[in-house]
């Protein structure tokens, strides 16, 4: 994961290295060697993937021209205050590091569930959870396009929210492996440790808007990044309103996913049909960006 990039750009292997140090991990030997159980644990992962995405925008960054906004889907948001200047990479590895281990450990304390509802308005997924509440919790986590979203909480809430889709119309409900019920009440547990951790990380306000998951709207300080980023974990990550929000900011932009997949690239395609987009992730990718 990443070595591709580390190979060929001196940029990419600073910002890797820099993410070792701040942690005080190997995290790029797990990357690039494994094993693959140890990059998937959740205080890994996360700041793998800010890693990445950090690496690319090093190589990239200078070559983007003028940047209308930035946004990032659930910890994505981290990268994008790394964009826009707001956070250092080596505070950013450090806090998604830290959210991992608080996300996890709040899963432990209070087990949960998260599945993915597929062909059904969000609007509908919200009554099947409302529907399916009592004695639990099931809320709408991920909004991620008009006809995807993420329902999240008590395993058997889940259930039957999920169930409760499938009677209103979903094509699918597909369960997902996770360590917790993210972006949803359960992870109330993390909030005061998460607070904590930012509360001693330097924010300076963005270079230009990052807009917010938990609200889908700008973000022009350093004061309210910390707060929606606090927010963020039991909010619901609202991505259908962040990119609307892109969009409207810029008109006929070109967005740019950087970092490992193309996921919210496909995303937008469902919510802002049309607009122009690419996708910078491997050293390939980056190359003919560059050429």
């Known amino acids: 994961m990443g070595k591709d990039l580390a190979d060929r750009f001196p940029e990419a292997r600073h910002t890797f290295g820099a993410v070792d140090e701040a942690l005080g991990v190997a995290l790029s030997r797990i ?8 990059l998937t644990l959740t205080h890994n992962a996360q700041p793998a993937i800010l890693a990445h995405t950090a690496a690319v925008l090093a190589v990239v960054a200078p070559r983007l021209g003028g940047i209308a906004a930035a946004a990032g889907h659930s910890l994505g948001e981290y990268s994008a205050h790394v964009a826009a200047r707001s956070l250092t990479v080596a505070d950013a590895g450090r ?15 209070r087990p949960g569930a998260m599945a993915a509802v597929l062909g059904l308005a969000t609007s509908d997924v919200e009554a099947a959870c409302a529907a399916a509440s009592t004695g639990g919790v099931a809320v709408a986590a991920n909004l991620n396009a008009p006809d995807q979203t993420v329902i999240s909480g008590d395993p058997a809430a889940v259930t039957r929210a999920g169930e409760e889709c499938k009677a209103r119309g979903a094509k699918r409900v597909v369960p997902l ?12 547990p993390a ?13 300076r306000d963005p270079e230009f808007p990052v807009i917010a998951n938990a609200s889908g709207r700008e973000v022009r300080t350093g004061v309210d990044a910390r707060r929606l980023l606090v927010d963020q974990l039991t909010a619901p990550v ?3 309103a962040c990119m609307q929000a892109a969009a409207a900011l810029a008109p006929g932009a070109t967005f740019v996913e950087v970092g490992p997949g193309a996921v919210l690239a496909g995303l937008l395609k469902r919510i802002v049909p049309g607009a122009p987009s690419a996708t910078l992730g491997t050293a390939d990718e980056v190359e003919k960006f560059l050429a």
């Open 95 to 109: 806090l998604v590091r830290r959210r991992g281990e608080l996300m996890y450990q709040a899963g432990r304390e």
């Open 191 to 203: 909030v005061d440790g998460l607070r904590e951790a930012l509360a001693t990380a330097a924010f």
């Open 31 to 38: 990357m690039w060697q494994g094993p693959e159980d140890e």
């Open 238 to 240: 609202r991505w259908v």
């Open 177 to 188: 492996k996770v360590s917790g019920a993210f972006h949803s009440p359960l992870m109330a």
